[in-house]
């Protein structure tokens, strides 16, 4: 028998315990013995739960109990779960945890302190929810040099740029809206700020790398700006907005990382990933692209990412599975050197406007969305982001709004 501990009886900690109810016996066959709930830690008691019976207050009872071989931690946030992941670590027990802030914050370290005791710390749900995303870039794509990977990782403002799009509704209608419907928090800045998708990808980015890749160093624009008139424009274009966390490598290690809403063409994988779902996309240089795609969020979802990473603890006890991620920060490129096209909206008088225009970005392609009469839109060619904004300091009075352009 495996005993294990699960703390935090929270959304996904209730999902862990269903999980192993109802899948059990499936999950008992592929780890070849039986696996058992001895303790579920939480502050709260649930008197109407079955649960109950497991329910402990006391994190030392779980560290103290060497039948406890693995601990699954769904509380989320920085403390306690950081000392409690540490500890249960240092006591030879296997950690399973869906939190992305401690996974990001502390992931090297934790995994370095796994492989110290021959043990695993496994975080797969902390990126994309239900999505296996973490297991494939740490044993499937091993032999490809990973150049890009660009994702849609936050299911509330996936929703909320969907129904913008697809339904015209304003930013404010549609927040209310995901609110209403459980998939925004009432206070959702994490969310529509980008601080969720860029934790995301710090996370991605430093298992492309091998190096820590600090979340506070990942440029991050959040959706808060995007209006009505902007997915007027999206629509002439033929385009749509997504928010994309992404990380692409330019020479040797060096990564530019970025959390913005973008424009996509109806081309890019991406572009039909609506609702609340998420979508990772991976180009590796002898693999090509590969899509990642499916339910980043939820209870039953994310449990079922953390239980799978369960069952592989169960499956090596006394083996360290290696992930490549070293406590040596990697300095990201400057934004200013990423280079791509970028639309912007901008107002005053467009017969004199577009030929100085021209003579700031180049070739410009011309934008008209003839609701919208004080003001037209314009895409620029390829350019650095440095060049952009050198160039468009001459025009800060008049620029509205400016949306990158994912290609
Ligand atoms: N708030 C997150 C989302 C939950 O909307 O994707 C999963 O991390």
Redesign the pocket.
Known sequence: MINIAVMGYGTVGSGVVEVINTNGARINQRIGEELNIKYVLDMKDFPEDPVQDKIIHDFETIVSDEEVQIVVEVMGGIEPAYTFVKRCLQAGKSVATSN?ALVAKHGAELLSIAAEHNINFLFEASVG?GIPIIRPLNSSLTADEIEEITGI???????MLSKMFYEGADYDTVLKEAQANG???RNPE??VEGY??CR?IAILSSLISGQQVDFEDIYCEGITEITVEDMKYAKAMGTTIKLLASSRRYAGNRLHAIVAPCMLYPDHPLYNVND?F?AIFVHGNVLGDAMFYGS??GKLP?ASAVVADVVDEAKHLNRNIMTMWKEEKLQLEDKADSKRRFFVRIKGDKEKLIPQLKESYGEIEVVNVPELEDEFGFVTPVMMEGDYETRSKLYKEQIVHMIRIQD
Not at 153 to 159: E, F
């Open positions: 992305k929810g990782l936050n299911g509330t403002t996936n929703y998939y925004a928090e994490a969310d969720d998708a995301k609340v998420n980043g969020a994310t």
